[in-house]
C-alpha cells in the first residue's frame, strides 16, 4: 500500500488519498504558477506552522525568482479532529509588510476560518497585494467564504493525515496524505 513509512501507518491510515508523487506534481505546477504571475515583484512568502511547513519547503525550491520568507504559527484545533473555530496568533511576524505582495502557504483549507482571520490581519499592514496557497483544500467543508489563488489537490471530506498534517501533534512526517482510520479518533 504506501512503499514509505508502512511501519509508521500501521494500524492507523485507512487510504492514500495523495501519493508522494501526485503532491510533488501538484507543488511543481503551482510554483510554475507563482513564478510567472510575480516575475518582477517583491514576493514575500509566508508559511503557517506548523502543519504548512513541508509544504513551504517544497513549494520555495520550485519557485524561480528571489523571494523573502517567514513563518507564523496559529493553532485552531485542540488534540481533536474538530476545529475549535477560535484561531489563536502564537508567533507573529515581527517585519514590515507594507510595499510588499504577501503569499500565505498554508497545508489546508478546511472551515475556512484561519486563512480569513490571517488575511484581515495582514490587511491591516498595508501590503500591496495579498494571496492565499494550499496545497490541499476541502471545498465541502467551508463555514465562511474563502479561495485559494493557488490550490493543489481537492479533496473529499475525511480527516487527513501526514506531508505537515497532524493527529493528536502526529503522523506529520507520513510522505503521503493518508485518510485517518476513524475507529482511531472515534473511540475517544
Ligand atoms: P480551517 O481554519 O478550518 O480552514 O482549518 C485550518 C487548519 O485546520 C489547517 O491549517 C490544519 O492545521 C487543520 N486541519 C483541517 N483539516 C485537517 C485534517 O483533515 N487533518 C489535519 N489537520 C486539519
Ligand atoms: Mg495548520
Given at each position: 500500500m504506501m512503499e514509505n513509512n508502512s511501519k509508521l501507518a500501521e494500524n492507523i491510515v485507512d487510504r492514500v488519498l495523495a501519493s508522494k508523487e501526485e503532491i510533488q506534481k501538484a507543488v511543481a505546477r503551482i510554483g510554475a504558477e507563482i513564478t510567472r504571475d510575480y516575475e518582477g515583484k517583491e514576493l514575500f512568502v509566508i508559511g503557517v506552522l506548523k502543519g504548512g511547513f513541508m509544504f513551504m519547503a517544497d513549494l520555495v525550491r520550485e519557485i524561480q525568482i528571489p523571494l523573502q520568507m517567514d513563518f507564523i504559527a496559529v493553532s485552531s484545533?485542540?488534540?481533536?479532529?474538530?476545529?475549535?473555530?477560535v484561531v489563536r496568533l502564537i508567533k507573529d511576524i515581527d517585519k514590515p509588510l507594507d510595499g510588499k505582495h504577501l503569499l500565505i502557504v498554508e497545508d489546508i483549507i478546511d472551515s475556512g476560518v484561519t486563512l480569513k482571520y490571517l488575511k484581515e490581519m495582514f490587511a491591516t499592514?498595508?501590503?500591496?497585494s495579498i494571496r492565499v496557497c494550499t496545497i490541499?483544500?476541502?471545498?465541502?467543508?467551508?463555514?465562511?467564504e474563502m479561495q485559494g489563488d493557488y490550490v493543489g489537490i481537492e479533496i473529499p471530506d475525511e480527516f487527513v493525515i501526514g506531508y505537515g498534517l497532524d493527529y493528536d501533534g502526529k503522523?506529520?512526517?507520513?510522505?503521503d496524505l493518508c485518510v485517518l482510520r476513524r475507529d482511531v479518533y472515534e473511540k475517544e
Amino acid at each position: 500500500m504506501m512503499e514509505n513509512n508502512s511501519k509508521l501507518a500501521e494500524n492507523i491510515v485507512d487510504r492514500v488519498l495523495a501519493s508522494k508523487e501526485e503532491i510533488q506534481k501538484a507543488v511543481a505546477r503551482i510554483g510554475a504558477e507563482i513564478t510567472r504571475d510575480y516575475e518582477g515583484k517583491e514576493l514575500f512568502v509566508i508559511g503557517v506552522l506548523k502543519g504548512g511547513f513541508m509544504f513551504m519547503a517544497d513549494l520555495v525550491r520550485e519557485i524561480q525568482i528571489p523571494l523573502q520568507m517567514d513563518f507564523i504559527a496559529v493553532s485552531s484545533y485542540g488534540s481533536s479532529t474538530k476545529t475549535s473555530g477560535v484561531v489563536r496568533l502564537i508567533k507573529d511576524i515581527d517585519k514590515p509588510l507594507d510595499g510588499k505582495h504577501l503569499l500565505i502557504v498554508e497545508d489546508i483549507i478546511d472551515s475556512g476560518v484561519t486563512l480569513k482571520y490571517l488575511k484581515e490581519m495582514f490587511a491591516t499592514r498595508g501590503p500591496l497585494s495579498i494571496r492565499v496557497c494550499t496545497i490541499f483544500d476541502k471545498p465541502s467543508r467551508r463555514k465562511v467564504e474563502m479561495q485559494g489563488d493557488y490550490v493543489g489537490i481537492e479533496i473529499p471530506d475525511e480527516f487527513v493525515i501526514g506531508y505537515g498534517l497532524d493527529y493528536d501533534g502526529k503522523y506529520r512526517n507520513l510522505p503521503d496524505l493518508c485518510v485517518l482510520r476513524r475507529d482511531v479518533y472515534e473511540k475517544e
